[in-house]
């Protein structure tokens, strides 16, 4: 696993400034269980949030990754907690917390992301049950895609509109239209 890190690196350091091209591929790492039909939701609702952007993303897991592997440019997202809708959450504490951050490194935005799913899932204690998992893909999407602008855009900064603000609430995560 460790030579597959090391070549990922050395492929990030020239995608850094590939991020032009049309075609980002994802390297998703979960560190915990997840739900395939959540994760399949979130593939979803970033494609849709990047239609029309000119941005095609590749899905790739970094299990099924090798050092042989090049990508122009590429963004690995790692998933923290467990990533999968369960009823039995705390709620998130009365104090901003991040429910997802991109890497930053001398100033600069990296292609790497960090998302947690514990505190996303909390934001979300008022979900319907049938459809919960499909709920929680969607506000992974959307912290994502969050993530993403800051990665492909490589900026720190914050628009007042849309996912791109500075807080999302749990109604943002899953309303029907962003």
Known sequence: MRP???AL???IA???????????T???????????SSVNEMKRELQNLM??????????????T???????????????GTCVMNPLVSPLPSEPVALAYAHVSNGTVIPFADVE??????ALTSTPGARSELLFGRALGRVLGHE???IIERTRAHTQHGITRKSLSGRDLIADRT
């Open 26 to 36: 994802l390297i998703l790492q979960f560190e915990a269980q997840h739900s395939e």
């Open 148 to 150: 993403l602008h800051h």
């Open 4 to 6: 597959v890190i090391c």
């Open 14 to 24: 020239s995608a850094c400034t590939a991020f032009a091209a049309a075609r980002v």
């Open 9 to 11: 690196f050395a492929v």
């Open 51 to 64: 239609r029309g952007s000119g941005v095609e993303l590749n899905w790739r897991s970094l299990d099924d």
């Open 117 to 122: 799913c514990d505190r996303v899932r909390s």
């Open 66 to 80: 090798s050092a042989s592997d090049s990508f122009p440019s590429v963004v690995i997202v790692t998933f923290h």
